[in-house]
């Protein structure tokens, strides 16, 4: 149980371009997923926190408006990075929070992963 | 704002010898979470720790976790060319709504 899906695997695409990324919770429904950066040799960044019906909260930082996250539903939250350039190409991986009450049961399941190339 | 160092950076050892990772939070944690990382991979939870002085094993796997839940220690036994790839600590602070900081991760290299 508990398997977050991530598509596409890997994306290139040209500068100025526009790409969406989506995560799903497969078998459970999470209200709270999570989206991370992680650039080569690196730790994972925590970019913002998706709540399913209300707004995302970013990370200090991160520009909303360049990393529009929806989360429209229990099992979908997507990432769509705006005007992507140069830069933006790193690894962008997803979470699904899975919490049944108390700090014990609070856990994340991690997607695969997006690798995203901006030429 | 949370740091979470982890120490070393990278070890190799040869398949067989002990290995330890440790970690480093500058303010008193909820939880910490440990994850690995194979190369070209996402992370893969290993285990939560929650509880001062808690002690858990898996295998040749043990996790700590400080009386002052500050630091936490992983230590594999007899390591295993499988056990190649970057751990991961991250902790969960109160008050953050189950947000994750990451530790700057320990890459560990196991060769016959």
């Known amino acids: 149980g508990a398997v977050v899906s991530q598509h596409p695997s890997w994306v290139i695409c040209k500068s100025g371009t526009s790409v969406k990324i989506e995560c799903r919770s497969l078998d459970f429904q999470a209200t709270t997923m999570f989206w991370y950066r992680q650039f080569p040799k690196q730790s994972l960044m925590l970019m913002a926190t998706s709540n399913e019906g ?5 990370e200090q930082g991160v520009e909303k408006d360049k990393f529009l996250i929806n989360h429209a539903s229990l099992t979908l939250s997507t990432l769509t990075v705006t005007s992507a350039h140069p830069e933006d190409s790193s690894f962008y991986i997803c979470s699904a929070r899975v919490w049944s009450g108390g700090p014990s049961t609070d856990t994340q399941y991690f997607g695969p992963g997006t690798r995203l190339t901006v030429l | 704002g949370q740091q ?7 070890q ?7 290995f330890t990772t440790y970690c480093n939070s500058s303010t008193t944690l909820s939880n910490i979470q440990w994850y690995k990382q194979r190369p070209g991979g996402h992370p893969v939870f290993l285990i939560q720790l929650v509880k001062s002085g808690e002690v858990k094993k898996q295998k ?3 996790f700590q976790f400080g009386e002052a839940k500050k630091n936490s220690s992983l230590h594999i036994t007899a390591t295993q060319t499988t056990d190649v790839g970057t ?3 991250a902790g ?10 990451f530790g700057t ?3 560990l290299q196991v060769t016959l």
């Open chain 1, 54 to 58: 209300s707004k995302a909260t970013y």
């Open chain 2, 87 to 89: 751990y991961f600590c």
């Open chain 2, 92 to 101: 969960s602070y109160t008050g953050t709504a189950s947000k994750l900081t």
């Open chain 2, 60 to 62: 040749r796997l043990t």
């Open chain 2, 4 to 10: 979470v160092m982890q120490i070393p950076q990278y």
């Open chain 2, 12 to 18: 190799h050892v040869q398949e067989g010898e002990d």
């Open chain 2, 105 to 107: 991760g320990t890459r």
